[in-house]
Nanobody, 120 residues
Framework: QVQLVESGGGLVQPGGSLRLSCAASGNIFTIYSMAWYRQAPGKQREFVAGISSGGSTSYADSVKGRFTISRDSAKNTMYLQMNSLKPEDTAVYYC??????????????WGQGTQVTVSS
């Protein structure tokens, strides 16, 4: 079945950069959209950035101009390039995808999350 696996998180100083990846695998028929969410301790999970199958992108106001979402359709992999990182970006980052597997209805899938810590 479908699985999302994230990588690329870590510890970085303010102003630094990280590149997150999320690879989808399994019995995939089509991926309609992919997105990144994040959740800081004591806070609700929030939308960060999303990309459609047609390449349209959207961003939370808090990350516009600093983060860039992209997708390599051939590899079923989504990326989040994070520049000019701030301490308030510290959170667990989760990848999400709306995927239709072969022979079953479309569903929402989540990765396990990867920790991003921005601290001096």
């Amino acid at each position: 079945q479908v699985q999302l696996v994230e990588s690329g998180g870590g510890l970085v100083q303010p102003g630094g950069s990280l590149r997150l990846s999320c690879a989808a695998s399994g019995n995939i028929f089509t991926i309609y959209s992919m997105a990144w969410y994040r959740q800081a301790p004591g806070k609700q999970r929030e939308f960060v950035a999303g990309i459609s199958s047609g390449g349209s992108t959207s961003y939370a106001d808090s990350v516009k101009g600093r983060f860039t979402i992209s997708r390599d359709s051939a590899k079923n992999t989504m990326y989040l390039q994070m520049n000019s990182l701030k301490p308030e970006d510290t959170a667990v980052y989760y990848c999400h995808a709306r995927i239709k597997p072969v022979a079953v209805p479309a569903n929402d899938y989540w990765g396990q999350g990867t920790q991003v810590t921005v601290s001096s």
